[in-house]
């Protein structure tokens, strides 16, 4: 079966297979937008079979094909040559601008000469990734097309809501001239030598004219910087984190942002780009102020239903195609997020902490405030508990609206849907941990006390409460949500590990609470898993209940480190790094399933790769080996050796005590 892949720099990405042939959803994207539905490629007529591939980087890859596969182990009485004399490749790099080039190079390998005759075939539609994903929206496109000398051009325009006209336009250029170009097809004939070859090349490059939006930068974007290790296995796994966060990062004019990942989610998600810019935070700091101004001059001023749009409240996630300028869908952006307002003052935080700018917080006073703002009235929305809850109604394109956002994502043990309004557990700790944070921020940088003590007031009382209404005595665990008629959903789940990294949770229950996530049930031997095998739930190959979410484990990580489980720290970095390695290339995916380690680790089939949180992963468990929080102190910890972690990498991660 092949695998799909997604070439990506930045928001350009080619979706394609590991055999290099476009499924269905294939072509290259740009912001949303498809420009380019295949670049196929045909030789005399014949079936060609891809006998391997090569994904050099995050943005490139190489496949070879053969104009069929050797029947050796057959038996024959018809004399057949049992050989392959032609050889196909095609070399694909994506360039950020919105660029293909594809190098296709045919080579004889027989000894007589031969004639060869290639056809590339290629379209554009234009088509919207929501539209490609199954939302219909009911647009005729007419697109213009021309052909000139060794190009074609394809152009497409409409108006926007706005009234602001928007323009596409996909050109695909051929070197050397073809012996015959349309609009759609481009034909080469070549004659080669015994050992000999040819190349063609297609460069494909796309346009994007929107008058009403500057696409000027701040910033140039990071190089950042490669976890070193003496161990192969995790070294290889360090330089595909490293590779796949210069990928997916992108520049702005807010300065550079992670884009949350590839294929369907090439853009700024809110909770997603938070996370993993905390993720890589001290080796990429330039990341995390970029997400942070980013959301800051798209946080929402007004209420706004459809949008799920209040005051003070960041983005989920923001889109940039068609369906979105024209108001087909509402994700220009959509607030539909419990987390990620929280979520960004804790990175404003961590982000000052950690650089030392208090600058930082001055310049983004105003949205700091309308945050801190939101999160209050979130807690003061129930007038019986400080808890943050979402709700959600039949239009909502989402049920859920923390990180776990899936259909049935949330379950009692019996197995029981829980449905909105839910107080989820780790969205608690997120604000828990966002109000002392905030605290710190008005008392040390905006000199504002009095109202640095009503955060840390309120924080106290959360603490206190879900610690009382959450807490699960005959479990020994805390629930994983509670409902708005005060249930509480007592299946044993991830979403509690990461409330130790929030700090919310009693420091007499830790060890329970580590126990149960180190049990049986709960740890699949590759990493905790999202539900445990004890709930009647759990799904194994599921999306948020019982799969192994890589991100989900470094917050626990984290979590354990601040608790001071060392030992665990390290078990579960060493057994998440572990099955990276049994993935192709090293790369962390964004999920995998939750079968326990009696066999390999198995990626989960709908997992996007790369993925922002899934490649941030590596850098939170080495924060969590190293220590968590920035201190004055030059002592550098002591971890096992199969680490392998250079002293090199131990003084990059060394915080400056800020």
């Given at each position: ?34 420009f380019l539905t295949g670049l196929d490629v045909t030789v005399d007529d014949g ?183 003496d161990v192969a296995e995790y070294a290889k796994t360090f330089e595909q984190a ?417």
């Amino acid at each position: 079966m092949t695998a799909d892949v997604s070439l990506v720099d930045g928001y350009s990405l080619l979706y394609t297979t590991s055999a290099g042939v476009e499924p269905a959803q294939g072509g290259l994207y740009r912001r949303d937008t498809r420009f380019l539905t295949g670049l196929d490629v045909t030789v005399d007529d014949g079936s060609f079979s891809a006998i391997g591939s090569e994904l050099i980087a995050p943005n490139h890859q190489l496949v070879r094909y053969a104009d069929g596969f050797s029947t050796v182990n057959e038996i024959s009485e018809s004399g057949e040559d049992k050989r392959t004399s032609v050889i196909l490749e095609c070399d694909r790099h994506v360039a950020r601008e919105g660029i293909l080039t594809d190098e296709i190079t045919i080579t004889n390998h027989s000894s007589t000469p031969v004639t060869n005759g290639v056809r590339l075939d290629f379209d554009a539609d234009f088509a919207d990734l929501f539209e490609i994903r199954g939302v219909n929206g009911g647009i005729d496109r007419t697109i213009e097309s021309a052909v000139d000398g060794a190009s074609v051009t394809y152009e497409y325009g409409y108006d926007a809501a706005d009234g602001t006209s928007v323009r596409y336009r996909t050109t695909i250029t051929f070197d050397p001239v073809p012996d015959e170009i349309a609009v759609g097809h481009a034909d080469f004939e070549f004659d080669l030598d015994g050992q000999d070859a040819a190349t063609v090349t297609a460069t494909v490059t796309t346009a994007i004219e929107d008058r009403s939006q500057s696409r000027s930068t701040t910033s140039s974007l990071p190089d950042v910087p490669v976890i070193e290790s003496d161990v192969a296995e995790y070294a290889k796994t360090f330089e595909q984190a490293a590779a796949d966060i210069e990928a997916l990062s992108a520049d702005s004019p807010h300065g550079p942002v992670l884009l949350a990942g590839a294929p369907w989610f090439a853009t700024v998600f809110g909770r997603d780009s938070l996370l993993s810019a905390y993720q890589v935070l001290p080796v990429a700091p330039d990341l995390a102020e970029g997400v942070l101004s980013y959301l800051a001059g798209h946080q929402s001023t007004a209420h706004d239903p459809e949008r799920r749009a209040e005051p003070g409240k960041m983005f989920h996630e923001i889109r940039h195609g068609e369906f979105a300028r024209r108001g087909e869908i509402d994700y220009d952006p959509f607030y539909g997020t419990i987390d990620a307002t929280a979520l960004w003052i804790v990175l404003l935080d961590e982000t000052v902490r950690w650089t030392g700018n208090e600058t930082l917080v001055e310049e983004l006073a105003t949205p700091l405030d309308a945050a801190i703002e939101w999160v209050i009235d979130a807690m003061d929305a129930d007038v019986d508990d400080p808890f943050v809850y979402y709700d959600a109604t039949e239009d909502d394109p989402l049920t859920h609206t923390a990180w776990k956002d899936s259909d049935m994502s949330v379950q009692f043990a019996d197995g029981t849907e829980a449905t909105p309004p839910l107080a989820s557990a780790e969205v608690q700790g997120y604000v828990y941990d966002a109000l002392q944070r905030g605290a710190r921020m008005l008392r040390t940088v905006r000199d504002d006390p009095d109202r640095a003590d009503t955060l840390e007031n309120r924080a106290a009382t959360l603490h206190d409460r879900f610690n009382e209404t959450f807490w699960l005595p005959e479990r020994s665990y805390y629930a994983a949500a509670v409902t708005g008629d005060g249930q509480r959903v007592d299946a044993y789940t991830s979403n509690v590990g990461q409330c130790l990294w929030s700090g919310i949770v009693d420091p007499d229950r830790a060890d329970a609470v580590v126990d149960r996530l180190f049990s049986e049930e709960l740890y699949s031997g590759w990493g905790v898993r999202s539900m445990s095998t004890a709930d009647a739930g759990y799904s194994p190959v599921s999306y948020h209940i019982g799969s192994v979410w890589p991100h989900d484990n470094s917050l626990i990580a984290l979590g354990l480190a601040q608790y001071g489980y060392a030992d665990r720290v390290e078990q579960l970095s060493k057994d998440v790094l572990d099955a990276a390695s049994n993935f192709t290339d090293n790369r962390m995916p964004e999920v995998f399933c939750g079968f326990s380690d009696q066999t390999s680790p198995v990626r989960y089939p709908a997992s996007c790769e790369p993925q922002a949180w899934g490649a941030g992963t590596p850098y939170a468990l080495v924060r969590a080996l190293i220590g968590v929080v920035p201190s004055e102190s030059d002592v550098p910890p002591v971890l096992s050796d199969e680490f392998g972690l250079t002293s090199a990498t131990l003084r990059r991660f060394e915080a400056r005590g800020r």
